[in-house]
């Protein structure tokens, strides 16, 4: 079966009373915990996406605290950390929370990660984080990009003096 294009859906949904949206809003969320999670931020949390970053940070640092040192067990909270990350950023559809959150969460590896590990899939996890960020800056407005940019040199050149597998003239 095939979906709807959105513009039928949205014609559709334009006739339909206020008590009948609500009807499939609810039946929506209660299918899919993305859906829930996508309705609490839209009514609760659009507002200031800023905020709800910051609430993200709190909700995942808990995560980092908790992280196993062992290069294999790290690895595979700092993917589940990512996928939630992204599943949050995604949510706000602005690319100054999701750049905010991506070198929220490089800081943070930097800071939990055992970096003297020579174990590549934790390794490449930071790197694919830079690279995204390298991405993401021209996408901001010039003040933001300014400051951002900033603030990911500093970063990098943390990385490169702590980590001997970060070669700072690769993302600089």
């Known amino acids: 079966m095939k979906p709807e294009k959105l513009s039928d859906l949205k014609k559709e949904l334009s006739g ?17 915990k993305e859906n829930k999670e996508l309705l609490a931020y839209l009514l609760f949390d659009a507002d200031d ?7 993200v940070k709190n909700f995942l640092l808990e995560d980092f605290k908790t992280m196993q040192k062992h290069y294999y067990y790290s690895t595979k909270s700092m993917r589940k950390i990512i996928r939630l990350i992204n599943r949050y950023a995604k949510y706000t559809g602005s690319k100054e929370v999701e750049t905010e959150l991506a ?15 020579s174990h590549k899939p934790l ?3 930071l790197t694919r984080q830079f690279e995204k960020i390298i ?10 990009q300014f400051d951002y940019q900033k603030e990911f040199e500093s970063l990098v ?16």
């Not at 996406?49 to 609430?55: D, N």
């Not at 969460?105 to 590990?117: G, H, P, Q, S, V």
């Not at 991405?135 to 933001?144: A, F, Q, T, Y």
């Open 123 to 125: 390794q490449g996890l």
């Open 135 to 144: 991405k993401l800056l021209p996408k901001l407005h010039e003040d933001l």
């Open 49 to 55: 996406p800023m905020k709800y970053a910051e609430e």
């Open 103 to 117: 070198l929220w969460f490089c800081i943070n590896f930097l800071k939990y990660a055992d970096l003297r590990t």
């Open 157 to 172: 050149i943390n990385a490169s003096e702590q980590t001997r597998w970060i070669n700072k003239s690769q993302y600089l």
């Open 16 to 32: 339909l009373s206020v008590h009948e949206l609500t009807d499939i809003c609810l039946r929506l969320a209660k299918y899919k």
